[in-house]
């Protein structure tokens, strides 16, 4: 009998990234989790949610301006709720394991305030997704083939 070795497991922290109004505002990395309705906004609507370690140091710019710095290899969470970083995120559908970069475009004066514009980019490197329940799907003899034994014309009851 073998003695069971237990390994201590250092879990991520995951900062939320809050955009400011600095024009350039970024975040790049290696997507560790997405999920379409993951997220909340600050009015509580669901939104896509993007979980990121990034690559490249980055900052979360909160309504008051005080900046928190981010290095290289920290994980940071994305509540994905502004219209335009929504669609981007929506349309790029990262996979886990892809890189992407996320950067605060412009900032649009509006009659109903200013909407922050998003620009962002994906390298499709990680394609990596969780198993869908067809996968699971029983296979019919004439799909799986046992090079020993005949597949079956007709059910055998």
Do not use: H
């Not at 109004?21 to 970024?26: A, D, L, R, T």
């Not at 335009?84 to 509006?110: H, Q, W």
């Amino acid at each position: 009998m073998s003695e069971t070795i237990w390994e201590d497991v250092v879990v991520p922290k995951g900062a939320y990234i809050s955009w400011g109004n600095q024009i350039g505002q970024f975040v790049q990395g290696k997507v560790v989790d997405f999920s379409l309705t993951g997220g909340s906004y600050y009015d509580g609507t669901v939104c896509p949610q993007l979980s990121v370690e990034l690559t490249e140091p980055a900052a979360s710019i909160d309504k008051e301006g005080v900046r928190t710095n981010f290095d290289a290899g920290e994980f940071v969470v994305l509540n994905c709720g502004q219209v335009s970083l929504r669609r981007a995120v929506k349309a790029a559908d990262p996979k886990v394991g892809d890189l992407i970069k996320i950067v605060l475009k412009e900032l649009v004066k509006t009659t109903n305030g200013t909407v922050k514009e998003f620009a962002i980019q994906i390298a499709r490197i990680g394609g990596k997704t969780a198993v869908q329940p067809e996968q699971f799907q029983q296979k019919t003899p004439t799909q799986v083939q046992n090079p020993f034994q005949p597949v079956p014309t007709q059910a055998p009851f």
